[in-house]
């Protein structure tokens, strides 16, 4: 069975920063689609992020623009997403997921799209 798992939540200050890291010792995740999702209390999940297999093509979601950036180390097998100028807004439960049947060169961050999901990681950010 596909597995994902996520690590490198916790409690952050308004403005500070965190990475996330999402891997899998089931797949190579570096062969599929990988996207961030999160979900805060009593919202809809949120696609934040996304990057295509082998990394060719990368999208975000508007409300974290500029500030999250998605990256893979293909040699690890590791997808990371790096948040900075972290605001309170942005605590949720983040989750990696991925897609196995996009294009190469293809994402997108409509939950739907994702197959497999990690049980997630809670960051939350004080102000």
């Known amino acids: 069975q596909l597995q994902v798992v996520e690590s490198g939540g916790g409690l952050v200050q308004s403005g500070g920063s965190r990475r996330l890291s999402c891997a899998s010792s089931?797949?190579?995740?570096?062969?599929?689609?990988v996207g961030w999702l999160r979900q805060a209390p009593g919202k809809e999940y949120e696609g934040v992020a996304c990057?295509?297999?082998?990394?060719?093509?990368?999208k975000y979601a508007d409300s974290i623009a500029g500030r999250f950036t998605i990256s893979r180390d293909s040699v690890r097998s590791e997808v990371f997403l790096q948040m900075d100028s972290l605001k309170p807004e942005d605590t949720a439960v983040y989750h990696c997921?991925?897609?196995?049947?996009?294009?190469?060169?293809?994402?997108?961050?409509?939950?739907?799209?994702?197959?497999?999901w990690g049980l997630g990681t809670q960051v939350t950010v004080s102000s």
């Open positions: 089931v797949i190579d995740l570096a062969t599929y689609t």
């Open positions: 990057i295509s297999s082998y990394g060719s093509s990368t």
């Open positions: 997921a991925v897609n196995r049947t996009f294009a190469p060169s293809a994402c997108a961050l409509n939950r739907i799209n994702y197959e497999y």
